[in-house]
């Protein structure tokens, strides 16, 4: 008998009709034997509509009065899903985020999971109860209820399949799988049978929101493989584990990318020691962080120098460089908010030459300028305008092979 740590996102549970859906195969695994944790998201499009009201309520809902709110979407499918199990007389019991103690720090709407006291859920496993858990929230030491940042019920699933120790956690959702990007911008996408952690963590940090990043941090840290499943439709989908080391890489495992972007250029600045601290820091003490960073070459010791922030946060840091501008001595700052970052992704890349010189062919080949680059040992990012994104995205996916229909890997 095993132990399944299952995970149903908003879609899988929108009404009642797929929430009987959950309960069905939650009996199944019951009938055959398993025990079975299920932590479920709030219904789609639940969380959105909370944080629309906490906007209207306030301009600046105060953090700890949010977190109260949002985690109150959860709690209404944990109970739901409780009832139809035990409308088919499958024993289950939910819990919100607190009344099976997932100790967070008090970083509101976006607190880290400390630890988890397990007993409860044990105790009800071993009455053949199934155990229903709020994902997306905690507990912090005060006893306040904290939230885990969008997408969190993933890292609430991975933490607990942790703690009991579960072979894998499955997360179920509305794609049958992690593909080589985003299906619903690429059609073409394919699906990976296999991911590792490494690769994971990159897509998930560059823009791939199918699982939220923190869980795939969990899941490396403690070396518990997730599975990407569809709850719509039954199949194998996508295992993230541990690089093998007879594993053949592929060059490239996917394109990721963000429209969460926006860019600043301070133009016109002296170039001479201490200005990129000058300018950064400023950006730092207003807690924006700052992801691409680019000098260009001094023209009669004159430079320009730019910088990406999330584009929730463009406003605020053009704001406090144009009060900066003159101390600087700098010409002039603009700001661009139609920004997008396209990555590529591959631990394959570490052995290969050239990925670079045909990424950036492709993007000319279709017109596509790139405004900024950055490169690590497993990606390459490029900056582009917002308007080429499906186009680039596309582009690249074809380039290196990736179309459902190509013959390379
Ligand atoms: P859930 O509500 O189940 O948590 P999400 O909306 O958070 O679901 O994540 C699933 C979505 O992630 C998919 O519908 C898809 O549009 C998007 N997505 C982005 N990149 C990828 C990718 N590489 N593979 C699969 N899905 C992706
Ligand atoms: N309901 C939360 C959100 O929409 C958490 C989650 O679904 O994972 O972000
Ligand atoms: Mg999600």
Same mark, same amino acid.
């Given at each position: 008998?095993?132990?399944?740590?299952?995970?149903?996102?908003?879609?899988?549970?929108? @009404?009642?009709?797929?929430?009987?859906?959950?309960?069905?195969?939650?009996?199944?695994?019951?009938?055959?034997?398993?025990?079975?944790?299920?932590?479920?998201?709030?219904?789609?499009?639940?969380?959105?509509?909370?944080?629309?009201?906490?906007?209207?309520?306030? @301009?600046?809902?105060?953090?700890?009065?949010?977190?109260?709110?949002?985690?109150?979407?959860?709690?209404?499918?944990?109970?739901?899903?409780?009832?139809?199990?035990?409308?088919?007389?499958?024993?289950?019991?939910?819990?919100?985020?607190?009344?099976?103690?997932?100790?967070?720090?008090?970083?509101?709407?976006?607190?880290?999971?400390?630890?988890?006291?397990?007993?409860?859920?044990?105790?009800?496993?071993?009455?053949?109860?199934?155990?229903?858990?709020?994902?997306?929230?905690?507990?912090?030491?005060?006893?306040?209820?904290?939230?885990?940042?969008?997408?969190?019920?993933?890292?609430?699933? #991975?933490?607990?399949?942790?703690?009991?120790?579960?072979?894998?956690?499955?997360?179920?959702?509305?794609? @049958?799988?992690?593909?080589?990007? @985003?299906?619903?911008?690429?059609?073409?996408?394919?699906?990976?049978?296999?991911?590792?952690?490494?690769?994971?963590?990159?897509?998930?940090?560059?823009?791939?929101?199918?699982?939220?990043?923190?869980?795939?941090?969990?899941?490396?840290?403690?070396? #518990?493989?997730?599975?990407?499943?569809?709850?719509?439709?039954?199949?194998?989908? &996508?295992?993230?584990?541990?690089?093998?080391?007879?594993?053949?890489?592929?060059?490239?495992?996917?394109?990721?990318?963000?429209?969460?972007?926006?860019?600043?250029?301070?133009?016109?600045?002296?170039?001479?020691?201490?200005?990129?601290?000058?300018?950064?820091?400023?950006?730092?003490?207003?807690?924006?962080?700052?992801?691409?960073?680019?000098?260009?070459?001094?023209?009669?010791?004159?430079?320009?120098?730019?910088?990406?922030?999330?584009?929730?946060?463009?406003?605020?840091?053009?704001?406090?460089?144009?009060?900066?501008?003159?101390?600087?001595?700098?010409?002039? #700052?603009?700001?661009?908010?139609?920004? #997008?970052?396209?990555?590529?992704?591959?631990?394959?890349?570490?052995?290969?030459?050239?990925?670079?010189?045909?990424?950036?062919?492709?993007?000319?080949?279709?017109?596509?300028?790139?405004?900024?680059?950055?490169?690590?040992?497993?990606?390459?990012?490029?900056?582009?305008?917002?308007?080429?994104?499906?186009?680039?995205?596309?582009?690249?996916? &074809?380039?290196?092979?990736?179309?459902?229909?190509?013959?390379?890997?």
């Amino acid at each position: 008998m095993a132990l399944m740590v299952k995970k149903y996102g908003g879609t899988s549970v929108a @009404d009642l009709e797929r929430i009987r859906v959950v309960a069905e195969q939650a009996q199944e695994d019951r009938r055959q034997g398993h025990d079975v944790v299920i932590v479920v998201s709030a219904m789609s499009g639940e969380t959105n509509r909370l944080m629309g009201l906490a906007l209207e309520a306030s @301009d600046n809902p105060n953090p700890r009065e949010l977190d109260v709110l949002l985690s109150t979407g959860e709690q209404v499918t944990i109970a739901l899903l409780s009832m139809c199990l035990a409308e088919w007389n499958c024993p289950a019991v939910s819990y919100t985020g607190a009344q099976v103690h997932i100790r967070t720090d008090s970083a509101f709407n976006k607190a880290r999971i400390l630890d988890i006291d397990q007993r409860r859920i044990r105790r009800d496993l071993e009455k053949g109860r199934v155990v229903v858990v709020a994902g997306f929230q905690g507990v912090d030491e005060e006893g306040n209820i904290t939230t885990l940042g969008r997408g969190g019920s993933d890292t609430t699933a #991975v933490a607990l399949a942790a703690a009991q120790g579960a072979k894998e956690c499955q997360i179920y959702t509305d794609v @049958d799988g992690v593909y080589t990007t @985003d299906p619903r911008v690429v059609p073409k996408a394919r699906k990976l049978d296999r991911l590792t952690f490494e690769e994971m963590l990159e897509l998930a940090s560059l823009g791939a929101k199918v699982l939220q990043i923190r869980a795939v941090e969990f899941a490396s840290k403690y070396n #518990v493989p997730i599975r990407v499943l569809s709850s719509f439709e039954a199949g194998e989908g &996508t295992l993230i584990a541990p690089e093998e080391a007879e594993m053949e890489q592929p060059l490239i495992s996917g394109i990721a990318f963000t429209r969460d972007e926006a860019k600043i250029t301070v133009q016109g600045v002296p170039d001479k020691p201490g200005i990129a601290y000058q300018i950064l820091d400023a950006v730092a003490d207003a807690n924006i962080e700052v992801d691409m960073i680019l000098q260009n070459i001094s023209n009669e010791s004159a430079t320009d120098f730019t910088f990406t922030v999330h584009r929730n946060d463009h406003e605020r840091a053009l704001g406090l460089l144009e009060t900066t501008c003159g101390e600087l001595g700098a010409q002039s #700052v603009t700001g661009d908010a139609s920004i #997008v970052k396209i990555s590529l992704v591959g631990v394959g890349m570490r052995s290969h030459a050239g990925i670079a010189s045909t990424m950036f062919g492709a993007l000319a080949a279709e017109g596509i300028n790139i405004q900024m680059i950055s490169t690590s040992e497993i990606k390459i990012s490029v900056v582009v305008d917002e308007k080429y994104l499906e186009l680039a995205v596309r582009a690249l996916h &074809t380039a290196f092979g990736l179309d459902q229909d190509s013959e390379e890997d």
